[in-house]
């Protein structure tokens, strides 16, 4: 994980470093849809892709955004920014989580995300950094209640403990 003085970035940095949190985030609810697989609609990879695209469509309105504002001209900040910001916890995950247990990861990683931002606009001494990061605070916090919604409506349980699954292959159909 880089440490990143969020106190010394200016809007440029700023943006590209919210860039760079959305990517890591995406990639990662990618990755969790693969893990879980998907078995029905509404299940636990339904629930992380959702969120690769709630992330993606995120990341593209601030990549518009920064070429609207900077052009073309390259990131000073590159390659994995800080992983412990958002991406969801891989080791919250379970092959038969149900979709109210994903949504749970998900809300975890949103958080992290949203307090990472706080913090950031709180330490920011460039106004116009702090009034972005104050921006993509509130966006967490949109994200935050949209799941904390999802989470009131997701069927309860997973779709099956580990020990309970046949072991692979052991399905005759």
Sequence with gaps: MHTIDTSRLDLRDAVDLAIQIGEDARRRYVELAARVGGRYAG???????????????????????????????????????LDEVEPAELG??????????????ALDAEKR??????????????????IFFEEQRADQADHCRTLEAWLRAAPGGPDLEEDEADPPGSDAG
């Design 113 to 130: 995300a949203f307090e990472f931002y706080d913090s950031a606009s709180r330490h920011a001494v460039d106004p116009a950094v702090r």
């Design 43 to 81: 299940d636990a990879d339904e629930v992380f892709r959702t969120m690769a695209e709630l992330e993606e469509r995120h990341e593209q309105r601030l990549a518009d955004r920064r070429r609207r504002v900077f052009g073309d001209v390259p990131p000073r900040i590159v390659g994995d920014a």
């Design 92 to 105: 919250a995950i379970r092959v038969f989580m149900g979709p109210r247990d994903a949504v749970r990861v």
